[in-house]
């Protein structure tokens, strides 16, 4: 069971599962993020990694608002490296891997999976807490005894997290050994409204910054030239 | 925050809750639930109790499928009590309260609030593994570390649970106490039509046994007679 964002790292972590030799379900939600046309992208990277079957689960998210990728608060742009890196940004989405993990596990005891993978990284990243290794050990300790096939002992629930502990640049050079086609990916907070990625959101600079660190070419259009 | 289900249990921890003076925001989930008619009762308890608002969330479990709330599985209709209370019966739900209380812990963390209480109950109940005391502490460590304001120390969540230990009789005397008026929730499994209680699921009957070991009225309609 794979949580599918349409980003380069879940698609990073589902070329690796498969890799591995599992059988991949896909799991993707629309939660009410205005960059929803990761969704799209979800679909397509779980097509071309012949996915068992994809599901996309609806919960809106936006409700309660409280994050710039669900309210009507602006998404920052232009930040430095190290103001990225430092603190917990307004794109924070609360409890949102919380809430994505819960509803994978309960499909994958549904389908009869115990392995659940997640493309959090705790390295390059925004400091969101539910990207941390503190978090991922919590939760699995969670789900053995939230569940029926967790506490019959049916089923051993564990959270896989094999890039957590990568720089953007590793993840990206692993994804092209492992083929990923980064072209089907989708992580830009802020698109217009042809989906074209912006290159100004902490998303767009970490991914960009990556690409230039392990020396590749991202296949990806943006608006504006990169380090601008 | 409270959940709110529209049942017996979370009306009564809500009114326990205002009882010990906190300010309610209530959440319920429309989660494609064949007993719907319980988000109707939840409106009414949260009408009933003045909360500052009541919040709607749907969440399509039912495209997970694998409980007979969801699925077109049958529900268990004229059990004895003993065979009640062993196993865990296919009204099983994978991952509910999991999903519910990463809802609620989203919300709260908008609004600011770090008390959340939830109706479980390890007594009187279906054997449901997401009822019990050690997932409840499981998910109270889970949202100290998954959110910001836990992380940052802006918050310190704590899960109330504070039927978890009584019987069902005991439930209902303190919500007599409290003023619940019971007339407004709904609990069966398998209502009719017009959302009549059939009497005979799990749900029904841990009920009427608890209005009759209490001694009192149930004010609800059913479908069958006590006992029947």
Chains 1, 2 share one sequence.
């Not at 998404?75 to 940004?89: C, F, H, M, Q």
């Not at 400091?127 to 967790?150: H, M, V």
């Amino acid at each position: 069971m794979v949580l599918l964002s349409g980003g380069l790292d879940s698609a990073t972590t589902a070329a690796i599962a498969k890799h591995d030799r599992f059988e991949l379900h896909a799991l993707s939600v629309d939660y009410g993020q205005r960059h929803r046309f990761e969704l799209e992208a979800a679909r397509r990277v779980a097509e071309s990694l012949g996915v068992v079957r994809h599901v996309v689960v609806s919960v809106d998210l936006a409700q309660f608002g409280g994050s710039a990728l669900t309210a009507d608060i602006a998404v920052p742009l232009d930040r430095a490296d190290d103001e990225i890196s430092r603190g917990i940004p307004v794109t924070y989405v609360p409890a949102r891997n919380t809430v994505f993990l819960s509803l994978a596990l309960g499909y994958a005891e549904v389908v009869g999976a115990g392995d659940l993978f997640l493309g959090v990284n705790a390295i390059d990243y925004s400091g969101y807490p539910d990207c941390r290794p503190e978090f991922i050990a919590a939760f699995e300790r969670l789900a053995n005894l939230a569940t029926k096939a967790g506490v019959e002992g049916t089923t051993r629930f564990r959270i896989h997290t094999p890039l957590i502990r990568m720089t953007k640049a590793e993840i990206i050079r692993r994804g092209m050994e492992l083929g990923v086609d980064y072209g089907l990916t989708h992580t830009c907070y802020s698109p217009n409204s042809a989906g074209v990625a912006c290159g100004r959101c902490d998303a767009c600079r970490l991914r960009r910054k990556g690409f230039a660190e392990a020396g590749m070419k991202d296949p990806i259009k943006y608006l504006t030239k990169s380090g601008a």
